[in-house]
Nanobody, 115 residues
Framework: QVQLVESGGGLVQPGGSLRLSCAAS????????MRWYRQAQGKERELVAT????????IYADSVKGRFTISRDNFKNTVYLQMNSLKPEDTAVYYC????????WGQGTQVTVSS
């Protein structure tokens, strides 16, 4: 049974940091590209960051470049999203995605950036 379980969301002040985690099981994690998407209320889902299967490289949306860092631990079957210098416009539900010839999704974790 495939599972992607996100954690680490919450409420943070502007300029703060959060680290999201996504624990994967039920598929060959190291063979999949892993992605973080986000969806703000009333908006379409947006691709935020991608990390490929080894040899890994990373891709970021312009809106988060220089502030967010995606990483993966293929021994722990976990992907991370380190988010620094958070802005109110980063407020959204963040979703973990595994992509190869199929897509698997997590249930999402809420990130709220507000003073």
């Amino acid at each position: 049974q495939v599972q992607l379980v996100e954690s680490g969301g919450g409420l943070v002040q502007p300029g703060g940091s959060l680290r999201l985690s996504c624990a994967a099981s039920g598929f060959t994690f190291s063979s999949y590209s892993m992605r973080w998407y986000r969806q703000a209320q009333g908006k379409e889902r947006e691709l935020v960051a991608t990390i490929t299967s080894p040899p890994t490289f990373t891709i970021y949306a312009d809106s988060v470049k220089g502030r967010f860092t995606i990483s993966r631990d293929n021994f722990k079957n976990t992907v991370y999203l380190q988010m620094n210098s958070l802005k109110p416009e980063d407020t959204a539900v963040y979703y973990c995605n595994a992509h190869r010839n199929v897509d698997y999704w997590g249930q999402g974790t809420q990130v709220t950036v507000s003073s």
